[in-house]
């Protein structure tokens, strides 16, 4: 089975939908989705994510079912700052939380404890444990069972944080670290497949994380959102 998890396009986030330059992404990546032979396609019910996903399902002249728990990350975490985003710390906060590194134990940190981040996330991991084992992929421990093998093809439209957590569970790595030191862009696009190398024993495997090949293929640069300044002395770059 081959999942492709697909960022929806550069955000207004006060209104929930796309700015210019996202609508100009997102018909950029409708041009790509419509080569892929996908068997099923969801969507976020946030509006960026279903505007994003409008484009490519036209094209690909199917529909999304929309899935509550494919919606952005939703606690808000008290940081040191401000009140915001679970995967938002700085180096010197997130990199001395006490285990940040814990694929276990990462929620057991005061702010995300009081937001009750863990909750989403079993939450989350229990949607999608039923999601897998309802396409023929049940997880025991850190491999899957693959109690009905396929060769279907599923995208998901959704969110940065989102992906993390979904990545997370196929591949058994702490989101702390996802959130903090990686970035799927906007319209990226994130394949993981499984590999049944003994009968019956899966694991997944992610052959691209945020591709955006899209958008350099018409000559367009991704959008800056969810990365910050590349220098600090960059003012025309993100800083909070």
Same mark, same amino acid.
């Given at each position: 089975?081959?999942?492709?998890?697909?960022?929806?396009? @550069?955000?207004?986030? &006060?209104? @929930?939908?796309?700015?210019?330059?996202?609508?100009?992404?997102?018909?950029?990546?409708?041009?790509?989705?419509? !080569?892929?032979? /996908?068997?099923?396609?969801? #969507?976020?019910?946030?509006?960026?994510?279903?505007?994003? /996903?409008?484009?490519?399902? +036209?094209?690909?002249? !199917?529909?999304?079912?929309?899935?509550?728990?494919?919606?952005?990350?939703?606690?808000?975490? &008290?940081?040191?700052?401000?009140?915001?985003?679970?995967?938002?710390?700085?180096?010197?906060?997130? =990199?001395?939380?006490?285990?940040?590194? @814990?694929? +276990?134990?990462?929620?057991?940190?005061?702010?995300?404890?009081?937001?009750?981040?863990? &909750?989403?996330?079993?939450?989350?991991?229990?949607?999608?444990?039923?999601?897998?084992?309802?396409?023929?992929?049940?997880? @025991?421990?850190?491999?899957?069972?693959?109690?009905?093998?396929?060769?279907?093809?599923?995208?998901?439209?959704?969110?940065?944080?989102? %992906?993390?957590?979904?990545?997370?569970?196929?591949?058994?790595?702490?989101?702390?670290?996802?959130?903090?030191?990686?970035?799927?862009?906007?319209?990226?696009?994130?394949?993981? #497949?499984?590999?049944?190398?003994? %009968?019956?024993?899966?694991?997944?495997? !992610?052959?691209?994380?945020?591709? =955006?090949?899209?958008?350099?293929? /018409?000559?367009?640069?991704?959008?800056?959102?969810?990365?910050?300044? %590349?220098?600090?002395?960059?003012?025309? %770059?993100? !800083?909070?």
């Amino acid at each position: 089975m081959k999942l492709l998890i697909v960022r929806h396009g @550069d955000p207004d986030y &006060q209104n @929930d939908r796309l700015t210019e330059q996202g609508k100009k992404e997102a018909k950029l990546l409708s041009e790509r989705m419509k !080569m892929i032979h /996908a068997d099923e396609c969801y #969507v976020s019910p946030l509006g960026r994510a279903k505007e994003t /996903a409008s484009y490519s399902l +036209e094209k690909m002249n !199917m529909q999304a079912e929309e899935l509550l728990w494919l919606r952005e990350f939703a606690p808000k975490v &008290q940081r040191p700052e401000k009140l915001g985003v679970a995967w938002d710390f700085v180096p010197m906060d997130w =990199t001395n939380m006490p285990h940040a590194f @814990d694929l +276990e134990r990462w929620p057991d940190f005061p702010p995300y404890t009081d937001a009750k981040v863990g &909750q989403e996330r079993d939450w989350i991991y229990r949607e999608f444990d039923a999601f897998l084992e309802k396409h023929g992929y049940k997880k @025991d421990g850190k491999i899957f069972r693959a109690i009905r093998p396929n060769n279907d093809t599923i995208v998901f439209f959704c969110h940065f944080g989102l %992906e993390c957590i979904l990545l997370s569970y196929l591949l058994n790595l702490p989101p702390v670290v996802l959130w903090h030191s990686t970035i799927a862009a906007p319209t990226s696009i994130t394949t993981v #497949v499984t590999e049944e190398r003994r %009968e019956g024993i899966a694991q997944f495997r !992610m052959l691209s994380f945020g591709d =955006t090949s899209h958008l350099y293929a /018409a000559g367009v640069e991704p959008s800056f959102s969810g990365r910050f300044r %590349e220098c600090y002395t960059n003012d025309w %770059e993100r !800083m909070d």
